[in-house]
């Protein structure tokens, strides 16, 4: 079964090393969101996200 692994600031330099590097794992199903798609800041809309897509990992990158 495959990892669910969330990568926030997948646009990032930080993150966009953690995406290319974990994507390298034929077990690890990489999950992303732009800022436009998923308000960080939005309590309700990151546990709906979270609740939708089941993630078992996750790697913050983000930064401003």
Known sequence: MKKR???AGHKGMVGSA???QLSKDPNNEIVT???AELDLTDQQGVA???ANEK???VY???AK
Request: charged share 35%; proline share 0%.
């Open 33 to 35: 969101r732009t800022r």
């Open 60 to 62: 913050l990158g983000a």
């Open 48 to 50: 709906d996200f979270f």
């Open 55 to 57: 993630i078992d990992e």
């Open 5 to 7: 692994i969330f990568v």
């Open 18 to 20: 953690l995406v290319r």
